[in-house]
């Protein structure tokens, strides 16, 4: 078989004694970014995992690892691609969401697919059509610090809520556009995100390998069984993002010489209703502009959000906030949350 991309390694069909004894062995074998393709029992059907598309996730790799260590045969063909393998491989060993020098692989997935990550990206999109899975699971993610698993997708229907409840009972349904490759489900291909919690947290790896055991060996994975019913969906979450020149710093107190402080345990905040009482941090007022939250489309929402009294950063209204990071450098080049309204009410 062709797949028209030197960027990809193609590996067919690997028996338990060819994947090495470790993870770490696994991906050395596998040297930089590859597509497995495990052969179901009926072959006329695919679905296809991308996994490590961050290179300090693990819990993806490790559960497609064990599947094929305990040499499961799959309903129905199952191809996983494997993104970052040389990011995850660099020492040390899963340190790295990309390299320095790289962009981040999640998000290039649209045109116009520059450099290395970008020609990878398009290479993945291009297999993707030509092998047509039925279903997609765009990355089984890590947080940085510990947190409840959650799925997001861009579509709430039917199909959405039975790929998300075979990894966890919480759903976030986004418009946002960021170049991610979950955005594939614009294709009219089913696909969701799942975040399986902290990349230290051994929970994470189980939430992870009993998730794709579901998705790789029932036979129906797109029709919602009643189990499913105690989905949790939080609709069009925002972000906050930081101008470029703003300093983040984590702190018990106050950094004078930070724009913005906030307490290093924040992450516990994480699907938590986050009353208006709740002081969230410290802003300088000068640097309140260096905030910003919008909605999708470009409406500016931030005062719907966050209050400042006085230096005090406090929610305007009751929330729900995720993906908080404690990470500074993710702060800055991606997000310091998400949030939606505690009563669900839009934010436009
Ligand atoms: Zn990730």
């Excluded at 797949?3 to 390694?9: A, D, K, N, Q």
């Excluded at 059907?45 to 499961?72: D, M, Q, W, Y």
């Excluded at 063909?77 to 692989?105: I, K, N, Q, W």
């Amino acid at each position: 078989m062709s797949l028209g991309s030197p960027l990809i390694r193609y590996w067919y069909n690997p028996s338990p004694d060819m994947v090495g004894d470790t993870v770490e062995a696994f991906l050395q074998e596998m040297a930089g970014a590859t597509l497995i393709h495990i052969p179901g029992r009926d072959r006329s059907r695919k679905r296809a995992i991308c996994t490590l598309l961050h290179g300090n996730e693990p819990s993806g790799t490790r559960g497609v690892f064990r599947f094929i260590k305990e040499g499961i045969e799959p309903a129905v063909d199952l191809l996983c691609f494997f993104g970052s393998v040389r990011t995850a491989l660099h020492e040390p060993m899963f340190f790295y969401r990309h390299l320095p020098e790289h962009r981040d692989l999640n998000r290039c997935f649209r045109p116009p697919f520059e450099g290395d990550q970008g020609r990878l990206a398009k290479a993945i999109l291009d297999i993707l059509e030509e092998m047509a899975p039925e279903a997609l699971l765009e990355d089984i993610h890590n947080t940085s610090g510990m947190g409840p698993s959650f799925a997001v997708c861009m579509k709430q229907d039917a199909e959405h809520e039975a790929l998300t409840s075979l990894f966890t009972q919480r759903m976030l349904v986004t418009g946002l556009r960021l170049g991610a490759l979950f955005e594939y489900s614009e294709r009219n291909v089913p696909t969701v995100t799942i975040e399986c919690g902290g990349a230290q947290d051994p929970h994470a790896d189980n939430i992870a390998f009993e998730g794709i055991l579901r998705y790789a060996t029932e036979e129906d994975v797109l029709t919602p069984q009643p189990a499913d019913w105690g989905l949790e969906v939080l609709r069009e979450p925002v972000r906050l993002e930081l101008r470029e020149d703003a300093a983040i710093t984590y702190s018990e107190a106050e950094d004078v010489y930070a724009d913005i402080t906030l307490p290093p345990d924040v992450e516990h905040h994480n699907f938590g209703r986050i009353s208006t009482d709740v002081q969230l941090g410290w802003v300088k007022p000068e640097s309140w502009d260096k905030l910003i939250i919008n909605t999708p489309d470009g409406v500016d929402v931030k005062d719907r959000i966050l209050r400042l009294e006085g230096n005090r950063l406090y929610p305007a209204q009751a929330l729900k906030m995720f993906m908080i990071t404690s990470n500074a450098t993710i702060a800055k080049s991606d997000c310091l949350f998400y949030a939606v309204t505690d009563d669900g009410s839009h934010l436009e």
